[in-house]
C-alpha cells in the first residue's frame, strides 16, 4: 500500500503563486511515475502534470509555462509549483502515484483563486 498526503493548498489571488506538495509513505518502491490531477465541481478529473521515474514530464496544455512539477526522491516528496494563478486553476488538486499493479491517490487539497 502507498500513502499520498497532499498540502499547499489555500486561497490565492488570481496572479499570485501557490507551491503543492504530496507526501508519499508506505511500499513506495517500485512507485514510477507520480502526478498531479485536478478536479473542479461539474467537471471530470484531469491531468496537471506528472513526471516519470526517468524524468520525462507532461502537462496539460491549460498550465504549460506556469506550472512546474519536481521530485525530491530522498524526501518521498512530489511538488507542483504554481505560478500565474488563473481563476480557472480553482480546483481540487489530487496527488497520484502508480506502480505496476495499481494508481493511488491522495485526499485532495483545495486552491482556490479569487479576482
Known amino acids: 500500500q502507498v500513502q499520498l498526503v497532499e498540502s499547499g493548498g489555500g486561497l490565492v489571488q488570481a496572479g499570485g503563486s501557490l507551491r503543492l506538495s504530496c507526501a508519499a509513505s508506505?511500499?513506495?518502491?517500485?512507485?514510477?511515475?507520480m502526478g498531479w490531477y485536478r478536479q473542479a465541481p461539474g467537471s471530470q478529473r484531469d491531468l496537471v502534470a506528472s513526471?516519470?521515474?526517468?524524468?520525462?514530464?507532461k502537462y496539460g496544455d491549460s498550465v504549460k509555462g506556469r506550472f512546474t512539477i519536481s521530485r525530491d526522491n530522498a524526501k518521498n516528496t512530489l511538488y507542483l509549483q504554481m505560478n500565474g494563478l488563473k481563476l480557472e486553476d480553482t480546483a481540487v488538486y489530487y496527488c497520484?502515484?502508480?506502480?505496476?499493479?495499481?494508481?493511488?491517490w491522495g485526499q485532495g487539497t483545495q486552491v482556490t483563486v479569487s479576482s
Open positions: 513526471l516519470s521515474r526517468s524524468g520525462l514530464t
Open positions: 508506505g511500499t513506495i518502491v517500485g512507485i514510477g511515475t
Open positions: 497520484n502515484a502508480q506502480n505496476a499493479y495499481r494508481n493511488y
